[in-house]
């Protein structure tokens, strides 16, 4: 049986190239100057991420993995019979790998991710694993709304959102997009999101701060992007990377400190580091389940079904609406 392909893959909105300077030039001009998270992930940037999920100190990836795979059949059961199950921010598809040998029934896999290359590459490997199921790629960002496509009928929706990617966001950002989840599934939907747990500072921090310093290579690696595409002028080992949690707003912060007072040069501008100042590159909220299923609520979800690990260090989340 041939891999069933239908879906014309939309053209990726590809980022403006003069986005990444404008966003290094607001966030560099901020008091507390900040990077957005989402320019960590270029080619090195992904390989490095990877190369984190198989640490042994950062647990969420493995836990995540073995909650998927021992609770796949409950799981299944809370999405609805014969569903079109759109995933949001796809990726190598590992999780859904889980998720669909108790899925027999799946109206249609919708694989949502902004690299369209990737999308095609890991669609049709996919395929090829699972030949009876019908893969509609779409090429979109997830973050901005986008349609799915047109020929999935009357199949019920599912959505799937694992990796605890919803901890990148801010509160009121995550609520924006877990509403805009809904309003692209519509009624009746069923949403299964993982989340990462509030857990001991040392634990949060040692999986953000690993002892081989590949957290640390995946830090510095945005300013090799600027150095790169910007024509910047950092010298990368000039700042330490540093990430601590900060129990008041609930989130892992990282952030990159300048060793010594410098002045780096971005396209055609300057940036005085101060010694000790910091760059803010990344948070990553940590919700209890409790606080999670607050904020599902707050963006139109009704909480359902959790799943954790024995010791509690994630959570798998069914949302209805
Ligand atoms: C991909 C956003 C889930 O926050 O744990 C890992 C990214 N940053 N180590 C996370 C990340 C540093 C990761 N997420």
Redesign the pocket.
């Known amino acids: 049986v041939k891999p069933v392909f239908t879906a014309a893959t939309p053209v990726t909105q590809a980022p403006e190239p003069r986005a990444f300077l404008d966003d290094v030039v607001h966030g560099f001009s901020q008091a507390q100057k900040t990077l957005p ?1 989402k320019y ?1 992930y270029d080619a090195a940037g992904s390989d490095l ?1 990877e190369a ?1 999920t198989r640490l042994p100190e ?1 647990y ?1 990836t493995r836990t995540e993995m073995r909650i998927l795979e021992t609770r796949g059949p409950e799981i299944a059961t809370a999405l609805p019979r014969g569903a079109a199950l759109v995933e949001f921010g796809s990726g190598s598809t590992a999780k859904v790998r889980r998720l669909l040998p108790h899925l027999p029934d799946l109206a249609a896999y919708v694989p949502v991710d902004v690299s369209e290359s990737f999308l095609r590459e890991q669609a049709t490997a996919l395929g090829q694993d699972f030949p009876h199921l019908r893969i509609e790629p779409v090429a979109a960002d997830f973050t901005h709304p986008f349609s799915l496509p047109a020929d999935l009928g009357d199949a019920p929706r599912a959505g799937f959102f694992p ?3 919803i ?2 966001f801010e509160p009121a950002e995550a609520a924006r997009l877990l509403r805009q989840f809904g309003a692209i599934l519509g009624e009746g939907a069923v949403l299964v999101v993982g989340v ?1 747990l509030v857990k001991a500072r040392d634990v949060l921090e040692a ?2 701060d690993d002892a081989a310093g590949v ?1 640390g290579a ?2 510095r690696n945005v300013l090799k992007r600027i150095n790169r595409e910007l024509a910047g002028g950092f010298d990368t080992e000039a700042f330490a990377h540093r ?1 601590v949690f900060n129990a008041q707003d609930s989130r ?1 912060e ?1 952030h990159l400190v300048s060793r010594v007072a410098q002045s780096v040069a971005v396209a055609d501008r300057r940036f005085d580091f101060a010694a000790g100042e910091s760059i803010h590159t ?1 948070n ?1 909220y940590k919700y209890t389940i409790e606080s999670f299923r607050a904020l599902a609520v707050q963006a139109g979800w009704t909480a359902g079904a959790v799943w954790t690990d024995p010791e509690a260090l994630f959570s798998v989340h069914a949302l209805r609406r």
Do not use: K, L, V
């Open positions: 998270a960590f991420f984190i950062y969420p990796g605890s990617t901890g990148n990462d999986a953000y957290t995946f830090n990430a892992i990282m990344e990553s």
